[in-house]
């Protein structure tokens, strides 16, 4: 056996992934299956009260699931994972974990406008509260911080606008107040940035953006960093306590720094339900085989169209942290620097109808609500993505009238220019 | 020995050389780890003990339980220990009384007692704290994976498929760049905390 650690790339490709056993197909087989037959009975009760590996049911577990699991576990350097159906499902069954009725956790202000929706409105019917904190702030993650709070959420990467979180300043916050740091990667990916690394305990992607990368499947992944204690204090009795769901396993005991993936798949995936189609696991982890590839020419792209833009007379601004000029760059120099992301913001001297205007005569960009796609995408956030939002919530979290964000993809970038430049000047 | 994180050729070595363990602390209850871990390393081919005195008399899933180390009355090559860090040494320093003396001395999940783990090496035994041998087999021959678990190994080899009572191959290639450096950080602050 060698020395050599392999790197990223080579885990991309070869992580949680062998040869069949029974085919010796070597490309992970899709399991479209919905359940696994029993050896015999003490086998299905040493599968059900958790005792034995294998599988079940697919909405507790399926291999072509498990393949893409152990994969961004070790991409982002955790010690498990959970796929689930989309990243929404990710941070229910986070938060499912984590908190009671009554709970409070606290958020950057700047999120997915979808994940502000989620937390405004869903959660709160659930008993969970938000409390809202500035990520260009850190201490108003500190004064947000009260007995009740169980757990704080951030993205590595914010959208719309791309900024980069001080993730280590926020995970000093999180330690102090003994409250585990939440961070969605899913701009970054972990080719750019490694939360775990600065100090997340759990990592939440929506696999649909860039680690699928080509705009095919839904997805959801959490990443459990293994490096939060559930047991003190007794303030998360899902991982601490017996559980009577499985006659009175105590599961930071039983799975020591795994323990929070597992408590996401039996007391969450089990009985919420949100299980990752395999196919569409296959999908997503075909795609994450070229994700250093493809990441690399997103941000390479993305800088150049960025450079464009911000010499273009009809363009007031851009944001875009892989601009020397930009407030975040240096935040960028330190946690991405292999490249800054390919989803920013730039707003239009134009106003609300020159963003309109823009969007309706690009030829190669598509006018759609997503990111992380192989293809080139340009949205005008306040009429779409962020349009249930107040107007003053709007131009907080960076999506006033003005603004047009790009999801920058990996055609020729001489391209992306042009068609920026006619639909700009004419 | 650095025992805040330990090389998967360390581990291995361990696991492909011990044929019998004696586990203190086992237990009868079927939601316990200790009986998770028992039946799962019966499954996979280890002669394994139970060691409670409060159960002699009794049988854990065929093996008849014992009341401490020196009542097995063979040579054992590893001892397995279910109880907390502060109850250890004694178990420890019982071992070393055992003649011949165990090969590997292994500490659970969250058992972590230095000084007795020094103890232990000053006369040649091989000790492991902190960690589980189930999960250990299970992530180096990447059975663990079926639960998104991260083995830190990788393999271009056809996978064998697990039957019951099989040994697995544990010889798989180790990954660094997924390793759980964050982890063992984690447990050692606790420790030292604690």
Known sequence: ????????????????????????????????????????????????????????????????????????????????????????????????????????????????????????????????????????????????????????????????????????????????????????????????????????????????????????????????????????????????????????????????????????????????????????????????????????????????????????????????????????????????????????????????????????KLQLFSPLANVGDTRSLVIHPASTTHSQLDDAAKVKSGAGPDVVRLSVGIEDKEDLIADLEQALGA | MNHDAYPDNYIRGILNSVKSIAMVGASPVNVRPSYFAFKYLAQRGYDMIPVNPGHVGKELLGKPFVASLSDIGRPVDMIDIFRNSSHIMPVVEEALTLDPLPKVIWMQLGARDDAAAAKAESVGIKVVMNRCPKIEYGRLSSEISWMGVNSRTLSSKRAPVPTQGMRLSLNRMSVGGGDTAASDRAAKNKTEQG
């Open chain 1, 1 to 360: 056996m060698s020395d050599r650690l392999p790197g990223f790339s080579t885990l991309a490709v070869h992580a949680g992934a062998q040869p069949d056993p029974t085919t010796g197909a070597r490309a992970t087989p899709i399991y479209q299956t919905t359940s696994f037959v029993f050896n015999d009975a003490d086998h299905a009760a040493s599968l059900f009260g958790l005792q034995a590996f294998g599988n079940i049911y697919t909405r507790i577990g399926n291999p072509t699931n498990a393949v893409l699991e152990e994969r961004v576990a070790a991409l982002e350097g955790g010690t498990a994972a959970l796929a689930v159906a989309s990243g929404h499902a990710a941070q229910v069954v986070v938060l499912q974990q984590l908190l009671q009725p009554g709970d409070e956790f606290i958020a950057a202000r700047k999120l997915y406008g979808g994940s502000i929706n989620q937390f405004t409105h869903a959660f709160k019917s659930f008993g969970w509260n938000v409390v809202w904190a500035d990520p260009d702030d850190i201490s108003s993650f500190e004064r947000a911080v009260t007995p009740r709070t169980k757990a704080i959420f951030i993205e590595s990467t914010a959208t719309p606008a791309g900024s980069i979180t001080d993730i280590e300043a926020i995970s000093t916050v999180a330690r102090k107040a003994g409250v585990p740091l939440i961070v969605d990667n899913t701009l970054a990916s972990p080719y750019l940035i490694r939360p775990i690394d600065h100090g997340a305990d759990i990592v939440v992607h929506s696999l649909t953006k860039f680690l699928g990368g080509h705009g095919n499947s839904l997805g959801g992944i959490i990443v459990d960093a293994g490096t939060f204690d559930w047991s003190t204090g007794g303030k998360y009795p899902m991982l601490s306590e017996p559980r009577p769901e499985y006659h009175g396993i105590r599961l930071q005991e039983t799975f020591g720094n795994f323990a929070f993936a597992i408590a996401c798949r039996v007391l969450g995936l089990r009985d919420l339900g949100p299980a990752l189609s395999p196919f569409n696991a296959f999908m997503i982890l075909t795609g994450i085989e070229t994700l250093p590839l493809r990441m690399q020419r997103h941000c390479d792209n993305a800088k150049a169209v960025a450079e464009y833009l911000a010499g273009h007379p009809a363009v007031a601004s851009v944001s875009y942290a892989g601009l020397p000029s930009d407030k975040y760059n240096q935040l960028a120099r330190k946690y991405a620097p292999k490249g800054a992301g390919a989803v920013f913001t730039f707003s239009l001297k134009g106003g609300y109808d020159a963003g309109v205007s823009l969007v309706s």
